[in-house]
């Protein structure tokens, strides 16, 4: 019996050290639940780490594995999904160069994520032909495994629709080679960091996948809350509250009936409603972190999955490769 082949999809994350929360609420939960429905690659994108620390890339090598751990303790499976190195399959490179020949070059300056980062890293020089391909190179990402999907979340749409525009052209001027990528939009829910902002890296306010206990309960018990809450007596307003979204990400909905009675009363204070969502942030790491600290301990392995990923990735690349060389006449 023929069985429908499952649609496929690809996604990546830049190498950018251990993950935090809120790369699993936006993005890792996500991946995970979808391994069952479709065909997956997922991809550690070293290139596009390099389109902004060119100057010193240090860091990559051991990034591509914290980021792997924490995808597989996550749960990323990589006998359902393809997991492998963006750079151990340097045919990415090749479609960006081949991609680069018909791709105007102000439509890559318009994507609004190109000035906007710029003007975030203004420390670096990117001003620079690599980063303003950015958008291509994820589009080869994309394409040469002609994915159906790409699961991101708002901020990416961007990029996956300038994709779909590169792909028209390219299909105009040599036929019908690639499927036009669909956004898989991925709802992120809000996942603050313990200063109340975006939980983010560079802004030192992050719960990491690896923590542990001790480092996640000390982390939140610093947690900013409702300002209007100056003490104990002070009635709270849980939706003006960082501690309470991450209740909604983590929490029962027990919990979160507790805490808005209780903060909205004033029966409980902040620092018992930290600890009881300390509670459910624990139980839903700890697994992960031991199942990391496993991995971690046989680096190697992990070094051997993205290996075979990256292998079995390449056949796929190349047989691309070959129809875009026949298509664009420098097949040989
Ligand atoms: N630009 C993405 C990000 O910063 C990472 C990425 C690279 C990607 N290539 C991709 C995402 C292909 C989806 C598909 O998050
Ligand atoms: Fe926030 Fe909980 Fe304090 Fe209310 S009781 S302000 S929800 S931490």
Known sequence: M???????????????????????????????????????????????????????????????????????????????????????????????????????????????????VQANLKNRDLATYGFLGYPLLQTADIIIYKANAVPVGEDQAPHIEISREIVRRFNNFYGPIFPEPQTLLTPVPRTPGTDGRKMSKSYNNSILLKDTEADIRSKLKTMVTDPARQ?????????????????????????????????????IGCIECKSKLADHVVARIEPMRQ?????????????????DGSARA???????????????????
């Open 231 to 267: 003490r104990k007596t002070d009635k709270g307003d849980p939706g003006k509250c960082p501690v309470f979204d991450l209740h909604k990400a983590f929490s029962t909905k027990e919990t979160r009936d507790w805490a808005t009675h209780g903060c909205t009363t004033a029966a």
């Open 291 to 307: 199942k990391r600290e496993e991995l971690a301990s046989r680096p190697d392995t992990v070094m051997d999955i993205l290996k």
């Open 2 to 116: 023929e069985t429908k082949p499952k649609p496929r999809i690809l996604s990546g994350m830049r190498p950018t050290g251990a993950l935090h929360l809120g790369h699993l609420t936006g993005a890792l939960d996500n991946w995970v639940r979808l391994q069952d429905s479709y065909d997956c690659f997922y991809s550690v994108v070293d290139y596009h780490a390099l389109t902004t620390e060119y100057e010193d890339p240090s860091a990559i090598r051991a990034n591509v594995i914290e980021v792997t751990l924490d995808w597989l303790a996550a749960g990323i499976d990589p006998a359902k999904s393809c997991v492998f190195i963006q750079s151990l399959v340097p045919q990415h490179a090749e479609l960006h160069l081949l991609l680069s020949m018909t791709t105007p070059v102000s439509w890559l300056e318009r994507v609004p994520t190109y000035k906007d």
């Open 314 to 332: 390449r056949k796929v690349a190349q047989a691309t490769m070959d129809e875009v060389h026949r298509a664009m006449k420098i097949a040989y």
